[in-house]
């Protein structure tokens, strides 16, 4: 059986990850603000840790509450949930934890989307 495939190029990891959750944002009707989705990307390739929020803070100039507001933002939308012995933290949701593990830590390179009929 063929599937019809769609090739797309891509010119790094973070590059790769932004067109992953543009497709996943799309296909979960769950649209990411241009912040969201950058910072989501770092928590996606480093983990979500005060070290990366540093980094974001460090290579964005925003401030500590821009980056709260955001992850408020995130757990909203499900991206992120409340880690469930702190919950002053958060951590990936199961799909974006499925994304870090399969195109950060094993290095895949398909993304594999089913449409299926509302009932």
């Given at each position: 059986?063929?599937?019809?495939?769609?090739?797309?190029?891509y010119k790094n990891e973070i590059d790769l990850i932004d067109k992953i959750l543009r497709v996943y944002?799309?296909?979960?009707?769950?649209?990411?603000?241009?912040?969201?989705?950058?910072?989501?990307?770092?928590?996606?390739r480093n983990g979500y840790s005060k070290e990366t929020k540093k980094f974001i803070k460090e290579d964005t100039g925003k401030k500590?509450?821009?980056?709260?507001v955001a992850d408020v933002h995130l757990r909203e939308k499900g991206y992120l949930r409340n880690h469930p012995n702190n919950l002053r933290m958060s951590i990936l949701s199961p799909d974006m934890n499925s994304i870090r593990?399969?195109?950060?830590?094993?290095?895949?390179?398909?993304y594999v989307l089913l449409f299926q009929k509302d009932k």
């Amino acid at each position: 059986m063929n599937f019809p495939t769609l090739k797309n190029r891509y010119k790094n990891e973070i590059d790769l990850i932004d067109k992953i959750l543009r497709v996943y944002s799309i296909s979960q009707d769950k649209p990411l603000r241009n912040f969201e989705r950058l910072i989501l990307i770092y928590y996606i390739r480093n983990g979500y840790s005060k070290e990366t929020k540093k980094f974001i803070k460090e290579d964005t100039g925003k401030k500590d509450g821009d980056i709260r507001v955001a992850d408020v933002h995130l757990r909203e939308k499900g991206y992120l949930r409340n880690h469930p012995n702190n919950l002053r933290m958060s951590i990936l949701s199961p799909d974006m934890n499925s994304i870090r593990e399969s195109f950060v830590v094993n290095k895949k390179e398909v993304y594999v989307l089913l449409f299926q009929k509302d009932k």
